[in-house]
């Protein structure tokens, strides 16, 4: 028996608001949880040159050495220098330069060196005005 004539029966409806809620906390949830991996190291081939003895010979008379010992002592051009200001090695540099105008500053610093005494021998040598810098290493190996 159907006792309501005159009403028409509700359609069933989907509700899509607590499916909505539902969905953005399980987004916020993988965007908390989730990690981002960051790149360890750069895989990067470094360029090779061939140098010769004439080049060496050329480039010797317009080189600087720097060392710097483990316990943050300089010597420039086999002189103990016994200051360590930046101003102190910017002049250091540039008597021993001789009035070249770009020599190439070769800094030797040891394994144990701070970061700093190698900083502060490359902000002597932007100060002086000099841009070539470049490091020497030791070669690890068999020796021929």
């Given at each position: 028996m159907n006792f309501r004539r005159g009403q028409k029966q509700e359609e069933?409806?989907?509700?899509?608001?607590?499916?909505i809620d539902v969905l953005l906390v399980?987004?916020?949830?993988?965007v908390v949880t989730t990690t981002y991996s960051k790149f360890s190291e750069l895989e990067i081939t470094l360029p090779q040159a061939a140098a010769t003895e004439e080049?060496?010979?050329a480039?010797?008379?317009k080189m600087i050495d720097v060392s710097v010992s483990a316990t943050g002592d300089y010597i420039i051009n086999h002189r103990p220098i016994k200051f360590t200001s930046i101003e102190g090695l910017r002049d250091?540099?540039?008597?021993a330069a001789r009035n070249q105008d770009n020599p190439i500053i070769v800094i030797s610093a040891d394994a144990k060196a701070t970061h700093q005494s190698v900083?502060?021998?490359?902000?002597?040598?932007r100060t002086a005005g000099y841009s070539q810098v470049t490091?020497?290493?030791?070669?690890?190996?068999?020796?021929?």
């Open positions: 069933p409806e989907i509700n899509l608001v607590p499916m399980i987004l916020i949830f993988l080049d060496h010979a480039d010797a008379s250091a540099l540039r008597s900083i502060t021998i490359m902000e002597a040598a490091f020497t290493t030791e070669t690890t190996g068999t020796s021929q």
